[in-house]
């Protein structure tokens, strides 16, 4: 079992980023999938999540008017997290998690899941 995170670097404000997370030894659909940052000094936080197929609530989440977006494809078995107009909040790394869950993926935190990618760095600056 493996994810595998991609797409992050160092970008200019309001530039925008799509991060990739690649699952092997597992279907995604079967999973509560999640992205989480963790700033410089700070604990891991939830950005959003896509619930297993089983929920039956798409496979796309938004945000903060769309600026935000995390989805998931079936096919490639790989979820993606958005973000556009970007700005120094946004600096931290980020994470990418998938667990069973028996409510909806809001209502967990970091320390609850059990798989998680590796990190990838993503850095707002001018």
């Known amino acids: 079992v493996r994810l595998v995170e991609s797409g992050g670097g160092s970008v200019q404000p309001g530039e925008s980023l799509r991060l990739s997370c690649a699952a092997s030894g597992l279907r995604l659909i079967s999973y509560h999938n999640t992205w989480f940052r963790q700033a410089p000094g700070k604990e891991r936080e939830l950005i959003g999540c896509?619930?297993?197929?089983?929920?039956?609530?798409?496979a796309t989440y938004s945000v903060d008017s769309g600026r935000i977006t995390i989805s998931r494809d079936s096919y490639k078995n790989t979820m993606y997290l958005q973000m556009n107009a970007l700005n120094a909040e946004n600096t931290g790394v980020y994470y990418c998690?998938?667990?069973?869950?028996?409510?909806?993926?809001?209502?967990?935190?970091?320390?609850?899941?059990?798989?998680w990618g590796q990190g990838t760095q993503v850095t707002v600056s001018s």
């Open positions: 896509v619930n297993s197929e089983t929920r039956g609530d798409g």
């Open positions: 998690a998938v667990e069973h869950f028996a409510l909806s993926c809001k209502n967990y935190r970091a320390s609850e899941y059990g798989t």
